[in-house]
């Protein structure tokens, strides 16, 4: 009998028989828990035969598969789930079936992952999720599963979404920054946060140089290594200006910008306590007292000396999970997901 494999708006029908959906964790935790949701309401008619096993006698109405973490209120980073439906048919020891996986589930709370319903004399089978992940780096993945964790969601549907700018500041003080990684590190940060909040969205990198230049990210896995590449063909200038990067070409309203330099730019004193303004200043530099006054300013603490940006951030998953909280409390994207889903 045939196996499908769901990904993307993949699709099954099966016969109209009970269903077995069984689940393999891969991660830091051993387990999850599947429910089955009729209207948001666990379905009383499922039985569980094991943790990792559920079977549902029959689908006469809209049902939902959703995953939570058995213990934790979120899934931990680097945890994926394999999910398996198949027919129950016990004449048949090849019974039609569908796969779905491996689905990264790192920094949840919960996350729906098929759909079935009854169709003619079958049920169909939908996948909910858009194919498989982008792959990361280490940094930009864990400022995925953060950015997850404080929206609640995987991915925020497509009417949420925003495009996303990353504005460098090429002053001629921000060597240090490029040379310890700092200013590397926090694009990545900033492209996981982009992973979710914008995966069907433009992403945009500006150089604000004496002549500021767009650039166009393809692929949220490169874009450090595309600023990193560009800095030694840029003319360093001095005196760096917020307002260099705002609307230069007339880019959408839904659009949130970050602002990458290495302090407080000189004409936007307000915009650092203004949280409605759409862009967002990013500063690598020693924490200093005051700093909690300045809602619309995140402060990145650069290496020690000698040491590399990227190989702290990678040890300090919680500055990284501090830089995406304080960035997406910060901005419009903050509101895009959904409440906590209650056990």
Known sequence: M???????????????????????????????????????????RVVRPTPGLLVLPRVDAPTVLRLMPAGPAEFPPDTTVHLTLAVEDRSDPDPDRAVLGPIDVSGLTHIDVAAL???????????????REIELGPVANQARVATRAVLGV???????????????????????AFADGSVAAVVDVISGIASVVAPHRRIRLCLADASPRWLEIEDLATASAVVTAEVVNVVLVSGFQSAAVSQLDGSAADMVTFILTDAVPADSNGLAYDTRDSRHIVTIQTPFDGQEAMPNVTI????????????????????????????LNATTLGGRGHAVVTR
């Open 2 to 44: 045939p196996t499908y494999v769901l990904e993307g708006a993949g699709r099954a029908v099966f016969p109209r028989r009970p269903i077995v959906v069984s689940m393999t964790v891969v991660g830091p935790v051993a387990s999850a828990t599947i429910r089955a949701l009729v209207n948001g309401v666990d379905d009383s």
């Open 117 to 131: 319903e009854s169709v003619g004399e079958g049920i169909s089978v939908a996948a909910l999720r858009g194919g």
């Open 154 to 176: 995987d991915q925020l549907p497509e009417h949420a979404q925003a495009d996303i700018a990353i504005a460098v500041d090429m002053s001629a003080s921000m060597l240090p």
């Open 300 to 327: 990145v603490a650069p290496p020690p000396p000698g040491a590399s940006a990227l190989e702290r951030l990678v040890r300090d998953r919680d500055a990284v999970n501090a830089a995406v909280r304080s960035m």
